[in-house]
């Protein structure tokens, strides 16, 4: 498949300041990540809460300046692109926002939420602007005359709905889907998804898509990479990483999803995950996950593993996998 997006070594370091401007600490909130999103894929990026899967989406569309690392979008290099000449990759690459409420503003009508980046792009007249909409509307499963109301007349799953088409108004061909559905509830989540899979097919997308379910993440994605502590230690394919994982984090993961086959559960070690996650401020040495594994030797407390990939292109950061 041909490549949409290649990231290299990609790092995102937010720094504590005191009141005369030095520096006090380092988060490393991305940490060195590599991996490829293909054309008309669903990469999906699981992880604990404060992993940094959404600063690594938002640094990825350029929300937040990379403080290193490359960013290949069809060969070209946005890292290095400064803020003002960012327009063109802007109208390619849009987001799906977590939450559906502060997402939207009240005190606009749909109509004026969906026109507003359709008027930054693209010079349409009014009249345009509204058959856009309307259509846009209708694809995402609303009604053409919602436009004239305001979000709060909505529910979640609708708000969340007038979110998905917000980021289509300007036809792009990527969209970061950061935890959009982890606000809803569990009866809205699956008609959101279907929502973004009927999307995807019609209009050739590419997704990353952000979020902690692992279920919901198999059903979608063609490829998971896993995240910890701003580094990702597990890529593969959607059924590899959910039916053969390799490092010990994703099995915890995976034996943490509620599931009636306790069979399936017995096949992996219940208590793989101990402790908290460690603050990103103070990084173990070595591997990063060693504090909390129980396979962990020496070498995992001094050496950091990389990625390594097999025959099968399955990608994983374990010296013991």
């Not at 499963?141 to 909505?154: A, C, I, Q, T, V």
């Not at 890529?235 to 306790?262: M, V, W």
């Not at 591997?287 to 909390?292: L, Q, S, V």
């Amino acid at each position: 498949m041909e490549k949409l997006i290649e990231v290299k070594n990609l790092k995102k370091h937010f720094y504590k300041k005191n009141f005369w401007g030095q520096n006090q600490g380092v988060t490393k909130a991305v940490d060195g990540v590599t991996f490829d999103i293909n054309k008309g894929e669903t990469f999906g990026l699981v992880g604990e809460s404060g992993c940094g899967k959404s600063t690594l989406g938002r640094t990825l569309i350029r929300m937040y300046e990379p403080t290193s690392g490359k960013i290949m979008y069809e060969g070209e290099d946005i890292a290095a692109i400064k803020k003002n000449k960012l327009n063109k990759f802007h109208k390619k690459m849009q987001i799906i926002f977590q939450d559906p409420y502060s997402s939207l503003d009240p005190h606009l009508t749909v109509r004026d939420i969906i026109a507003e980046p359709i008027s930054v792009y693209e010079k349409l007249s009014d009249t345009e602007i509204d058959l856009r909409i309307a259509e846009l509307l209708k694809k995402v499963g609303l009604k053409s005359d919602d436009m004239n109301k305001y979000s709060y007349e909505f529910s979640g799953g609708q708000r969340q709905r007038i979110g998905i088409a917000r980021a289509l108004s300007v036809n792009p061909q990527f969209v970061l889907c950061d935890e959009p559905i982890s606000a809803l509830d569990v009866s809205i989540q699956a008609q959101v998804i279907n929502v973004l899979e009927e999307l995807q097919e019609e209009l050739g997308l590419t997704y990353l898509f952000v979020a902690h379910d692992l279920n919901m993440v198999h059903h979608i994605s063609e490829k998971i990479g896993v995240m910890y502590l701003g580094k990702i230690v597990e890529i593969g394919d959607s059924d590899d990483i959910y039916f053969n994982p390799k490092h010990p984090y994703t099995k915890a993961l995976i034996n943490a999803i509620p599931r009636i086959e306790q069979e399936r559960v017995l096949k992996l070690d219940r208590d793989v995950i101990q402790g908290d996650i460690p603050s990103p401020l103070n990084v173990p040495k070595g591997c990063r996950f060693h504090p909390r594994c129980p396979y962990a030797t020496e070498r995992c407390r001094c050496e950091e593993p990389e990625l390594r990939i097999d025959a099968d292109g399955h990608q994983v950061a374990c010296f013991e996998a």
